[in-house]
Nanobody
Framework: VQLVESGGGLVQPGGSLRLSCAASGFTFSSYAMSWYRQAPGKEREFVATITSDGGTTNYKHSVKGQFTISRDNANNPVELQMNSPKHEDTAVYFC???????WGQGTQVTVSS
């Protein structure tokens, strides 16, 4: 299993950023996928998850209505659209597969003016 995140960077508060995770090594369309994040000095925490068919999503309460998780089972990526991020959303963002629970290497998101 290989998960490769991309799309991180510096974003201003109130801006937007779209993260992407390309997965390989398993039948992507058969498993749920999730995003987690880890801020400096803190434990890794759940952000969002999406079922294998994309029909159901769940979010950490503080990002609900702000972030959107989506997937394209034809072309593989699972994405996280971050709208109006706040300073406290600064973290390394990881995707996790529902097959083996593998992690990608993460992508840094910094929210700063």
């Amino acid at each position: 299993v290989q998960l490769v995140e991309s799309g991180g960077g510096l974003v201003q508060p109130g801006g937007s950023l779209r993260l992407s995770c390309a997965a390989s090594g398993f039948t992507f369309s058969s498993y749920a996928m999730s995003w987690y994040r880890q801020a400096p000095g803190k434990e890794r925490e759940f952000v969002a998850t999406i079922t294998s068919d994309g029909g159901t999503t769940n979010y950490k309460h503080s990002v609900k209505g702000q972030f959107t998780i989506s997937r394209d089972n034809a072309n593989n990526p699972v994405e996280l659209q971050m709208n109006s991020p706040k300073h406290e959303d600064t973290a390394v963002y990881f995707c996790k597969d529902g097959f083996l629970g593998s992690w990608g290497q993460g992508t840094q998101v910094t929210v700063s003016s």
